[in-house]
């Protein structure tokens, strides 16, 4: 089965740095087979079988915490639950200089569509949508200080999800299809 392990909050403003070389070798210690790494911020794509995505979870973030002594949240979502997620995204939506989109990956505790209620959504402004695994934003760039989601950022449901833009999240997307057809 192939899987991606999403890492929440590593390599962002100077903090919980880690060397994505020596990310690689922990996921192979433990266990993962086909390692891949995108970009620094938390994107591994591996397989492996006979694992829960819950016991998959815990022994990544144990073995992030014995290699490098940080308590990090690892969401791990199946190429089949990345194939119900990314294929919604419409299109048009873009991460660039006139739009913002991201796809923000949730905690099992609060994957739920009634996760939106929590959230501050313009409906004049931002799009979200609910999709098992994920909430999709998206909104002009124009308008991103106007934005509801915008006041998401230090809440108790903002630390229940780890946030990937629309551009990585389709390339990781791609990667874990080209690991599957090999």
């Known amino acids: 089965m192939i899987y991606i392990a999403l890492l929440r909050g590593i390599n962002v403003g100077g903090k ?11 996921f192979e210690e ?19 079988e ?6 998959l979870s815990n022994i990544l973030e144990k073995a992030i915490h ?18 119900k997620i990314i294929p919604v995204i419409p299109d048009s939506w873009k991460n660039n200089k006139e739009m ?20 501050v959504i313009k409906p004049d402004i931002d799009t979200v949508k609910y999709v098992p695994g ?15 989601m915008s006041k998401l950022v230090g809440t108790k449901i903002y630390k229940q999800m780890t946030v990937r ?9 791609e990667l874990m299809q080209n690991q599957r057809d090999g």
Not at 66 to 83: A, G, P, T
Not at 134 to 145: G, P, R
């Open 50 to 55: 006979d694992l829960s995505k819950t016991d």
């Open 165 to 173: 833009n629309v551009n990585t999240a389709r390339k990781v997307y």
């Open 100 to 119: 913002k989109s991201d796809v923000l990956f949730l905690w099992d505790e609060v994957d739920q569509e009634s996760t939106l209620e929590k959230l």
């Open 30 to 48: 433990a266990g993962m087979n086909d390692v891949v790494t995108y970009i620094n911020t938390g994107n591994i794509i591996f397989s492996k």
């Open 66 to 83: 014995d290699n490098f002594d940080l308590q990090i949240k690892v969401v791990v979502r199946s190429l089949d639950d990345m194939d």
């Open 16 to 26: 919980n740095k880690v060397d994505m070389k020596r990310l690689k070798q922990t």
């Open 134 to 148: 994920a909430i999709l934003w998206s909104v002009a760039k124009e308008d991103v200080t106007r934005s509801g």
